[in-house]
Nanobody
Framework: QLQLVESGGDLVQPGRSLSLSCTAS????????VTWFRQVPGKEREAVLC????????HYLDSARGRFTIARDNGKKMVYLHMYRLNPEDTGVYYC?????????????????WGQGTQVTVSS
């Protein structure tokens, strides 16, 4: 069993940066691919960025490409989402999800473990 807890969500002004953390417990993290998802009211949860168990990143959201990066620290059981040049369209609840996958997947159904989410609001 793996438990995930997101943190770092905040209200930030457009153009600012913000980093989210996903802290795992219960099992070693190194066997899991981890993806950050985002959900806004009235829309389906969408994949943002994944880091595979082999430490390879994979972007799913074109609007985040070049602005968001992902990193993992298996020793600390943490995965980070670094977000730069934020804009109001980045607003949403951000979830981290983990699954035993050969690589990455943008499908929410591929992931077994989910955190509770952390709110990111980009507004002036």
């Amino acid at each position: 069993q793996l438990q995930l807890v997101e943190s770092g969500g905040d209200l930030v002004q457009p153009g600012r940066s913000l980093s989210l953390s996903c802290t795992a417990s219960g099992s070693p993290l190194d066997s899991y691919s981890v993806t950050w998802f985002r959900q806004v009211p009235g829309k389906e949860r969408e994949a943002v960025l994944c880091i595979s168990r082999w430490d390879s990143p994979f972007h799913y959201l074109d609007s985040a490409r070049g602005r968001f990066t992902i990193a993992r620290d298996n020793g600390k059981k943490m995965v980070y989402l670094h977000m730069y040049r934020l804009n109001p369209e980045d607003t949403g609840v951000y979830y981290c999800a983990a699954g035993v996958l050969p690589g990455c997947s943008g499908a929410a159904s591929a992931y077994t473990y989910w955190g509770q989410g952390t709110q990111v609001t980009v507004s002036s």
